[in-house]
């Protein structure tokens, strides 16, 4: 069954149908793991449903890209071996030597490593804009710039950009706007609906939900793109295997329940945060004195669990308050049913020390998880002291 077949249908019941068509043969209601390399083919060419070769399609992953394409709104949704093979992919079919890149002043290290020591030694230019200020996107574009990267929220700090406005920049400059919306969810954000040419998801954050996979995505609202998209990933062939397309689908069918805890948490998180002594600066898009709050409001469903707070006594004291923290996990990534807390300075960002994009060593970052609120709040007070 198409994801055309669900457009007219909420959210949360696309989440757990689109893709997951009951199975032919048993009638078994959860997509099978077809964990197999190559099909038999009816005479040289006979391919049965278009199989040949697993690295190409498989009915696993087929599955899991029907539902990310519903899910977002898009046409074609292709899926990887991590969110940096997703973006890998995806730099590579836009771009060439010689060519240029908006880049956002805050956004996951391994995103900007990929830039500042991979693409880069290929020819590709880049260039970084604060993309929550159009003003500072138009200034950074050039010429040969051919795509716009935006996280929003982004990764540490928390802010919004205007998806939309930038979207109208990038259409103008004729160069494609590319939205990371692994913080927000295609629950809580459509990156697509609002102007955007490609979405990129780390599959491994929300999406899977549960710690326990390794995955990435991009889905387009562009069939020719769509096509291109495929055509590299078959080409390039980092593709998600059969079962963690299997377990990220699993993750799915419970995203939107998932993320309405996940930002019922972290409002109260954020609440008691603003109100402790220790801590100087909350970063939260559902505070109202956040900067980016308004657009947030206008563009996502709810704000997300994820927070990031600046500890009065700088970094020892950041990195304390992770260390004394026991409910809250110390551990890199995000988006698990469990609360992590991290030293992004230390930990996911030190790619970025000495860079444009280099974050606050008082930064402590959180992931809270869906565990009863009033126990991560005993933590966090514990925590800070």
């Known amino acids: 069954m198409s994801h055309d077949s669900h457009e007219h249908q909420s959210f949360e019941t696309r989440a757990i149908h689109a893709g997951n068509t009951a199975d032919p043969l048993t009638g078994a209601v959860v997509p099978p793991i077809y964990q197999v390399s190559t099909y038999k083919q009816d005479g040289v060419g006979g391919l049965r449903g278009g199989y040949e070769y697993s690295r190409s399609a498989n009915p696993t992953r087929t599955a899991l890209e029907e539902n990310l394409a519903a899910l977002e709104g898009g046409v074609r949704g292709l899926a990887f071996a991590s969110g940096l093979a997703a973006e890998d992919c995806l730099l590579r079919t836009l771009l060439a030597p010689g060519d240029h890149v908006v880049i956002p ?21 880049w260039s970084v804009a604060d993309t929550s200020d159009p003003d500072s996107v138009r200034a950074a574009i050039t010429p040969k710039t051919k795509a716009i990267w935006v996280e929003t929220p982004s990764n540490p700090l928390l802010g919004i950009t205007d998806i939309a406005v930038v979207a109208d920049i990038a259409r103008s400059a004729g160069a494609k706007l590319v939205v990371d919306n692994t913080f927000a969810s295609p629950y809580l954000q459509q990156p697509l609906a609002l102007g955007a040419d490609v979405v990129v998801h780390s599959l491994t954050k929300y999406m899977g939900g549960h710690s326990d996979v390794v995955g990435g995505a991009l889905v387009t609202a562009d069939a020719a793109l769509g096509e291109e998209l495929a055509y590299h990933q078959n080409a390039m062939g980092a593709v998600a295997g059969p079962f963690d397309s299997w377990i990220v689908l699993r993750g799915i069918k419970t995203l939107a329940v998932r993320m309405d805890r996940h930002a019922e948490n972290a409002a109260k998180v954020a609440e008691l945060l603003t109100r402790h002594p220790k801590v100087h600066r909350v970063l939260y898009p559902g505070l109202a004195d956040h900067p980016g709050h308004e ?89 800070l002291g």
Not at 364 to 371: A, D, K, T, Y
């Open 105 to 125: 002043n805050d956004a996951y290290g391994g995103t900007f490593r990929l830039f500042a020591k991979v693409v880069s030694r290929w020819g590709v230019e």
């Open 295 to 383: 657009v947030a409001a206008k563009q996502m469903r709810n704000f997300g669990g994820m927070i990031s707070f600046r500890v009065t006594g700088g970094e020892e004291a950041a990195v304390e308050v992770c260390n004394r923290a026991k409910l809250f996990t110390l551990g890199e990534s995000l988006g698990g049913v469990e609360s992590l807390i991290e030293h992004p300075g230390r930990m996911t960002h030190a790619s970025v020390a000495g860079s444009l994009l280099e974050v606050p060593g008082d930064l402590v970052r959180l992931s809270v998880g869906i565990e009863n609120a009033d126990d991560l709040l005993a933590d966090l007070t514990q925590a």
